[in-house]
């Protein structure tokens, strides 16, 4: 009888390290989750969020550049430099945030940019790509960014024209929730697995089996194993 | 003799489906991407040209557009370049044909290429890539049609061939 | 003529598959040694006919033989022959032909060396081999057949390989290390084959098959390393790894071949997890079939991958193939295969080599799903979308800082025993480490939640794996020996031991290295006049001038970039563009500067009338620590091959218990004749077990 009760309660503690070492790893993965769930500020970036005046002169709708348009033959006559061809504005609507600037612009801009597919050279990022079209989408991004577009405003406006194909990262709607959970899926199913194996190794234990032979010295080492016998008595 | 049955299980939940969309896959092609922009409204923009001309796109409707997008640089936009200085003399009048150059294009490279191989209309610079941006362009030469109420009806990517054009064309009128 | 040759010979090579094949797996039935002998040499035949018709295509490459179609295909008068020798796997056809070589020297390598040792299990393992060369003999023979005879008139001249392949020469050693790899994944697949065919698995099965998991994993972890280095010094991106689909293929066997490599070792030790060590290396197989199918198909798009190609649906009905046969030989085999495990218990470490094999499946399948999704999607939602870097990082990162951990965590942990108080101080010693690294890491300015505790593991980790690594050689510096000796005699006994520490030193260094340079890069890009300079990370980039060179195949502009660091000139860079007549944009040809603590990038992204050009500098920290890290690994694996000295073990044997017990399992490492040796199989775990068991050891 006492015997069977100290093979309980051996058994219930073997499997103790094992849990350890599974928190261990449920903890990292939590902790990295997080750590890339919210990106981490440069150091020492001065946080910008006042308007900057500059920048604001880019936002000219296109109209006014129209305006003086010859509708006969559908061409204009300028002269004046940086007008804007296109207006945004009537495409995802007006921005839907402040005006950035500066260093937030810029990293903002890497971010974003980091997350849009390269359509010229297959897998890059624009923000990675040399090629001419992933430079001009970098740039549009700044622009979009600027004016105080949100990061979903910016997103929006390139897959309204070149399809979800452009996001790096799949959406999270429909279909797509399938390339999310299943790999989590995946991996509770395994340790789902892990633990159900583990319960009935507990359970051959206590039915008669000693639980704690040790089976095979660690690194042929007589010194450890003096160790573990002393520590054992 | 004893049969497993997870292995048939698991093999089952898992190969059928892999090896059936596998093999759906052979019916696309990876590089065609249809653009999302058919039957939308075409992004409105306004253009210059190397001469010191414009465009308002917005002022052009009311007729239909062939808006391709080319580069003096670029082999199969030269393939495409005879049809469609037959298909803009053809349609004269009926049909705007505009063109969109590439930020890097430059007047000079412009100009030689027409020169040898001829002009059907217009060729705007794109000089922020804005405009491309807008409509979506992948790898060029691409052709957008345009219909009189300003809806994209048709995309074609890549150089065009004739029977294409000239179906495209005749849907738009 | 030549084609004619050619085609002959692969049509020998078919045949000899097509009767060596069934031959072996009879002789396995019968257990006829007259049928093992005739395999054997059909195997070689095999062999030696692959090789044949590759120095045939080598022959026509290089004396541009244009009546040969590959020939015709790749070859051009003005490629330097070097590269024309190489570009026998520039492209599709010429690629599986010299699958075919590398498969049949793996086979011939097989039935040479696996003569003795493997005997039960030769028969079925050649037999397999053969029939997995029938399928590539197929697909030379027919779908891709790179001697088909040009269609006249025979051109004088051709196109020559795609450029991308030119111009670097890593492109030459690259692909066979891949091949090497990926080829060679046959092998322990074969052997799982044959243990299912047997019904049992016994010390001569695992042996082998340990041995011939490590040579295909080391080739295929340097293959990837030198892909992402390519990658890194010819696109012109800055980076080395962009989760390609070409890049996943490689990378989804390599999970889990390790994975069955760590499974293995819970398998010599405990007799438990046999059907699933054996699964895994099934998987394996399949996955490198599944990553040529989507590499080769044209089904997915990618940098690297060829385009459209006829033998998509022939490698898509192979996989079919395989899948049903190891999914058949498994339900009806697999009950052989159970161990013990209600005689043995878990304990901490063998947990850690469950966790091991849960984490690595995890990343495997977590990019599996990620590379197919696109195929998937756009066959349900008729939508194509993209499934890239950003969605990879945030999903395997997580799971490969766990590993990390784990590889601190695992070998902390004592075998055998779940003593609390034991395993705890195990666990605690090594938190000193884990502080020290993450000061350091803080001291250097990280404030990045990642690189935080990827350090921080690391420290961990890297102390576990020193005290372990040398914890042989310290007891016997102990006893008295000198250093150098006690050093010497501690790997000569367990290569395969330290073998394994060696390559968690170098995956520790890798994961490092790849934390710090994917975090701290730093870019500039400018517009810079003859004379003008742009300023990075204390570097002043001054242009000097710019060049255009015409080459034969290609135009070249180049910009000399001279460095300047604290007002010293320190070097120059010639970032280049090449303009090939084929092609629509020009490729770039980034220059770097490598150092030990960082790389300075440059990429030229135009040239402008003027003389003035546009210009990207990247400082990355850390590189080439992640070359060197992969290195280590690949040495590590080599020392685990190494046979152990057996001698030396035997003649200290009789002293104890203990000492008994490491003289059997040293000669179970040797893979001699292993009568007495344990821990495989089962009559083979109490051997292992027996010595230690019959030390003292209290009971309640």
């Not at chain 3, 490729?587 to 050009?613: C, E, F, N, Q, W």
């Amino acid at each position: 009888m006492r015997r069977a009760a100290g093979l309980g309660a051996r058994a219930s503690r073997i499997e103790s390290p094992l849990r350890g070492v599974l928190l261990a790893a449920a903890l990292a993965v939590l902790a990295t989750a997080l750590a890339q769930a919210q990106p981490v500020e440069p150091p020492g970036v001065p946080v910008e969020t006042a308007p900057s005046a500059g920048e604001g002169a880019r936002d000219r709708p296109a109209e006014a550049a129209g305006g003086d348009a010859d509708s006969g033959t559908g061409r204009v006559s300028r002269a004046q430099d940086d007008f804007a061809p296109l207006d945004e504005a009537e495409l995802v609507g007006p921005p839907a945030g402040p005006p950035i600037a500066g260093e937030e612009l810029e990293s903002r801009t890497r971010a974003l940019a980091s997350r849009m597919r390269c359509p010229v050279c297959q897998g890059l990022p624009i923000a990675d790509s040399p090629s001419a079209s992933a430079l001009a989408m970098v740039s549009q991004t700044r622009d979009l960014l600027a004016r105080g577009y949100t990061e979903k405003q910016v997103l929006d406006y390139f897959v309204r024209a070149y399809g979800e194909f452009v996001l790096l990262e799949p959406t999270t709607k429909g279909f797509n929730l399938v390339v999310w959970l299943l790999p989590v899926a995946g991996l509770l199913l395994g340790a789902a697995l892990i633990a159900r194996r583990l319960r009935s190794t507990r359970r051959a234990a206590r039915s008669g089996a000693d639980p704690s032979r040790p089976d095979g010295d660690d690194d042929l080492d007589p010194y450890l194993e003096r160790v573990r016998s002393e520590i054992g008595s | 003799m004893a049969i497993h049955r997870t292995p048939l299980v698991v093999g089952a939940i898992v190969g059928i489906p892999l090896i059936v969309f596998l093999a759906l896959g052979f019916r696309h092609d990876p590089n065609v991407i249809e653009s999302p922009l058919l039957g939308k409204p075409a992004p409105s923009f306004v253009l210059r040209d190397f001469d010191g001309g414009a465009v308002d796109f917005a002022s052009l409707r009311g007729q239909p557009v062939v808006l391709n997008f080319w580069a003096s640089w670029c082999q199969p936009c030269v393939a495409e370049h005879p049809l469609l200085v037959e298909a803009a003399r053809r349609y004269a009048g009926e049909v705007h044909f505009i063109g969109v150059v590439p930020t890097e294009d430059t007047a000079d490279a412009v100009e030689r290429f027409t020169r040898h191989l001829g002009k059907w209309g217009p060729a705007y610079h794109d000089a922020d890539g804005k405009v491309s941006i807008a409509y979506g362009v992948f790898k060029l030469p691409e052709t957008y049609f345009v219909a009189s109420d300003g809806t994209i009806v048709h995309k074609v990517a890549g150089p065009l061939d004739r029977r294409t054009l000239e179906q495209s064309l005749e849907a738009l009128l | 003529m030549m084609s004619h040759f050619g085609q002959g010979l692969v049509l020998l090579a078919l045949l000899l598959c097509a009767i060596g094949s069934p031959i072996g797996f009879a002789a396995g039935r019968m257990g006829s040694e007259r049928g093992l002998a005739w395999t054997r040499r059909i195997a070689l035949g095999f062999a030696a006919t692959m090789l044949l018709a590759n120095v045939l295509m080598e022959v026509a490459l290089l004396r541009h033989d244009f009546s040969v179609s590959y020939v015709a295909q790749v070859g051009s008068l003005a490629t330097p022959p070097v590269i024309t020798a190489v570009s026998l796997w520039s492209s599709l056809e010429g690629s599986i032909l010299f699958w075919g070589l590398v498969l049949g020297l793996y086979t011939a390598g097989v039935a040479v060396l696996q003569r003795r040792g493997h005997e039960d299990y030769l028969a079925y393992t050649l037999a397999t081999m053969l029939a997995v060369g029938l399928f590539f003999s197929f697909l030379i023979a027919g779908p891709a057949n790179p001697f088909a005879p040009t269609p006249p008139p025979v051109p004088v001249d051709g196109p020559g390989p795609n450029p991308l392949l030119q111009n670097h020469v890593l492109m030459i050693i690259h692909p066979p290390m891949l091949y090497l790899g990926y080829v060679g994944m046959t092998v322990p697949f074969a052997m799982a084959v044959a243990a299912l065919l047997r019904g049992q698995l016994g010390p001569t099965w695992l042996q082998p098959l340990r041995n011939w998991l490590l040579v295909p994993t080391g080739f295929l972890t340097a293959g990837i390393m030198l892909g992402g280095w390519w990658s890194y010094e010819v696109l012109g991106w800055g980076g080395y790894w962009a989760w390609d689909p070409v890049e996943n293929a490689s990378f989804l066997p390599w999970l889990t071949g390790i994975a069955a490599l760590h499974s293995a070792v819970v398998l010599e030790r405990k007799g438990t997890l046999k059907a699933w060590t054996v699964v895994l290396v099934l998987i394996t197989f399949l996955l490198t079939i599944l990553g040529t199918f989507l590499t080769r198909s044209g089904v997915v798009n990618s940098v690297h991958s060829f385009t459209q190609s006829p033998i998509g649906p022939a490698f898509l009905a192979f996989l079919a193939l395989a899948l049903l046969f190891v999914v058949v030989l498994l339900s009806l085999r697999v009950d052989k295969l159970v161990g013990d495990p209600a005689r043995e218990t878990l304990v901490a470490r063998e947990g850690a080599f469950f966790v091991n094999n849960l984490l690595l499946v995890a990343v495997m399948f977590t990019v599996l799903i990620g590379t197919l999704h696109p195929v998937f999607a756009e066959s349900i939602r008729g939508v194509k979308v993209s499934v890239g870097e950003p969605y990879f990082n945030r999903m395997a990162v997580p799971l490969f800082l766990s590993l990390l951990l784990l590889i601190g965590v695992g070998p902390a942990l004592p075998w055998g025993t779940s003593d609390r108080r034991q395993v705890r101080r195990a666990l605690l010693a090594p938190l000193p480490a884990a502080a020290a690294a993450l000061a350091v890491a803080l001291a250097l300015g990280a404030r990045s939640g990642g690189v935080l505790l990827t350090c921080a593991f690391a420290g961990y980790a890297l102390w576990v794996t020193a005290d372990q690594g040398s914890r042989a050689a310290r007891r016997r510096a102990k006893k008295g020996e000198t250093v150098a000796r006690a050093a010497r005699t501690a790997i000569l006994r367990a290569p395969r031991r330290l073998g394994a520490y060696v390559v968690h030193f170098g995956v520790i260094v890798t994961f490092v290295a790849v934390a710090v340079s994917s975090t701290f890069q730093t870019e500039r890009e400018g517009t810079l006049a003859p004379g003008q300079a742009l300023e990075i990370e204390g570097y002043a980039l001054r242009l000097t001038g710019v060049a255009g060179v015409q080459q034969p195949h290609r135009f070249q502009q180049r910009a000399d970039v001279a460095l300047f660091r604290g007002g010293r000139q320190v070097g120059t860079l010639a970032p280049a563009l090449n303009i090939y007549p084929t092609q629509m944009d020009p490729l770039a040809t980034p220059a770097v500067r490598t150092g030990l603590t960082h790389d300075l990038y440059l990429t030229l992204m135009g040239v402008g009338a003027d003389g003035s050009i546009g210009l990207r500098a990247i400082v990355t920290p850390g590189v080439m620590w992640i070359w060197a890290g992969v290195l280590v690994m690949v040495a590590g694996t080599a020392l685990c091959l190494v046979p152990p000295r057996r001698a030396m073990a035997l003649v200290e044997a009789p002293r104890t218990q203990t000492a008994r017990a490491a003289a059997a399992r040293v000669s179970l490492g040797s893979g001699g004749p292993v009568g007495a040796a344990g821990g495989v199989g089962a009559a083979a775990s109490p051997a292992a077990g027996a010595p230690a068991r019959g030390a003292p050891r209290p009971r309640s």
